[in-house]
């Protein structure tokens, strides 16, 4: 057994593995944890990959067996090939579902090349599936057949022309060898001219030609990507590649680097993906803002420059976000004792973070966006008081703005651009209340008034955001009170359901018939009074408010007036 891997224990090897070159240097419950055990021992050398220590024995050779499986499970798939093979199109599965084929990961969506007008096909296939259908690009005739399942979930089946006049010369124009697979779909024949089953069984990543970045520089992004989420190794060449070429990145549509980059961070284990786009100088095409992060020290209790506090917050949420059951496939995993405190709320938090702020993008994609963005107006903020602690005074205010013009840049949808400034601008507000010797209903309330859709998901930053003040266990000396303040929120948002969940009591007619108040402003504010009140839990019935504003109404007690 080499050196590196003797040092190992085989229960160790049942989390994450980092690697040099074949060598196992470091393990760890998770990427973050492999990647530090790593650079402890080597810290002159950065690992090549990080990998599921459980990865498992080959399966490649099992994909034929998987692609029946598929049309036999999924009537979608079997009258998708019946009406293609029905004719002489040269129908061909190809790209990323022949790669997770032969990966045994879920096929989810098929792409699809044919040597016919694919648009055409396209309605054609939608008609016998009684599906939906638009155009990707009418140009290069690229169409997307989308196929509901019984289960709500959506299939997407690509079409494209088959560009070159053969499938070998189509798959010569895509970029990872891996990718370069394509199988006849009538008769299941693999065509594999660049031996991306071979780097499959190797698990590296390399590019179909030396040029395949030069041509599209928006792959150097998605080559980080792919190597992390499946656990590959990125090739000499492919490197050589992203730092000669990537340069060109900037020229990209802001819509292709923001889905790169989005689909880079609804990925479960993202904090080394981000890392690594650092390591490849990737950012200064991307998101510039984020270079000036590193080597920003902070004061106690935090021990890491912002760019590695916000890379490991990053990592902090994921933990908290595996412990509430996403994503789907993260779902089942144990707890850790830093999260366990969360388990009564795991239903409601749930819920709150799988629905959609854009389609097909949950809010706790959203939230990874405001954990990586949270800080990045801490260099532009950093001043050292005449105690020589280095404060930060103003940067959630600041940082909600630059986020929110990050966002705008990227062409995120509104509701997205609008979370994640919230969630920036307001991250220390838990830890503000924590400092309190009591959390009162009355400050729950104003909480979630002032808040509003994006106060569950501060609450949630905010612990990820102190767990990634030091690498291991939290500052003890802010922990508890933080986990008090945020358990006593969500205690306040299951039992009220939020402010959406409180009934209405009383309405402005009201106040105008029956306390005699003018129409204007100032019916607002008693409203607003009135909620505040019955969130406190001085009411919780209408004739009970009522009587309430008879004490209080100017005219009626004379208590209080405008």
């Not at 990872?176 to 001219?193: K, Q, S, W």
């Not at 651009?417 to 729950?444: D, K």
């Not at 029956?514 to 001085?538: C, D, N, S, Y």
Request: glycine share 6%; charged share 30%.
């Amino acid at each position: 057994m080499p050196e590196d891997e003797a040092a190992f224990s085989d229960k160790e090897r049942m989390y994450w593995s980092a690697l040099q070159g074949s060598r196992v240097v470091g393990v760890g419950r998770n990427p973050e944890e492999a990647y530090r055990a790593a650079r402890g021992r080597r810290p002159k050398e950065e690992p090549t990959a990080l990998v599921p220590a459980d990865a498992g024995p080959d399966v490649v050779n099992q994909w034929p067996e998987r692609l029946q499986e598929l049309f036999r499970q999924h009537d979608w798939a079997a009258r998708a090939r019946e009406l293609l093979c029905s004719e002489p199109v040269g129908a061909h599965l190809v790209g990323g579902c022949v790669r997770d084929l032969m990966l045994g990961r879920p096929i989810h969506d098929l792409d699809i090349v044919i040597s016919d007008d694919a648009v055409e096909w396209g309605r054609r296939l939608a008609d016998r599936l009684r599906a939906g259908f638009y155009v990707l690009d009418a140009a290069r005739r690229f169409a997307r057949v989308v196929v509901q399942r019984a289960d709500g979930a959506r299939v997407f089946l690509d079409l494209s022309r088959m560009e070159g006049d053969t499938i070998q010369a189509d798959l010569a124009r895509r970029d990872f060898t891996i990718n370069a697979a394509a199988v006849e779909l009538c008769t299941g024949r693999l065509v594999d001219p660049f031996d991306g089953e071979g780097d499959i069984r190797r698990r590296i990543l390399r590019l179909v030609t030396p040029q395949a970045v030069a041509n599209d520089p928006i792959r150097a992004v998605r080559a980080v990507r792919l190597a992390v989420e499946l656990g590959f190794s990125m090739d000499a060449p492919l490197l050589e590649a992203i730092r000669r070429d990537a340069g060109k990145l900037a020229e990209n549509s802001p819509e292709r680097i923001q889905q790169e980059l989005h689909r880079m961070l609804a990925l479960p284990h993202s904090a080394e993906a981000l890392r690594r786009l650092s390591a490849l100088e990737l950012w200064q095409y991307t998101i510039p803002e984020l270079n000036a992060l590193a080597g920003v020290t902070q004061s106690a209790p935090h021990q890491l420059d912002v760019w590695d506090h916000s890379l490991l917050t990053v990592a902090r949420l994921e933990e908290l976000l595996r412990a509430i059951g996403l994503p789907a496939q993260e779902s089942g995993r144990r707890m850790s004792e830093e999260w366990a405190f969360l388990e009564p709320y795991r239903p409601a938090l749930h819920q709150y973070l799988a629905q959609e702020l854009a389609e097909e993008r949950p809010r706790w994609q959203a939230l990874k966006w405001a954990a990586l963005l949270h800080d990045i107006a801490k260099p532009a903020t950093r001043r050292v008081d005449e105690l020589g602690r280095v404060r930060f005074l103003g940067h959630e205010r600041k940082g909600a703005v630059i986020a929110e013009e990050i966002m705008r840049r990227l062409h995120f949808s509104q509701r997205e651009i609008s979370y994640v400034a919230a969630c920036a601008a307001h991250h220390l507000r838990p830890l503000l209340l924590s400092r309190e010797s009591e959390l009162t209903p009355r400050a729950q309330y104003r909480f979630f008034r002032d808040l509003g859709d994006a106060a569950l998901g501060v609450c949630l930053l905010s612990l990820a955001d102190i767990a990634a003040c030091r690498p291991g266990q939290p500052p003890a000396e802010v922990w508890e009170s933080l986990q008090r303040v945020v358990r006593a929120l969500l205690e306040f948002f299951v039992r009220t359901g939020g402010l959406e969940g409180l009934p209405r009591l009383v309405t402005g007619e009201d106040l105008i018939q029956r306390f005699g108040l003018a129409p204007g402003p100032l019916i607002g504010k008693w409203l607003e009074r009135v909620r505040e009140e019955q969130a406190a839990g001085t009411f919780t019935t209408r004739d009970e408010a009522l009587r309430w504003l008879e004490g209080m109404v100017p005219g009626r007690e004379g208590k209080i007036s405008s």
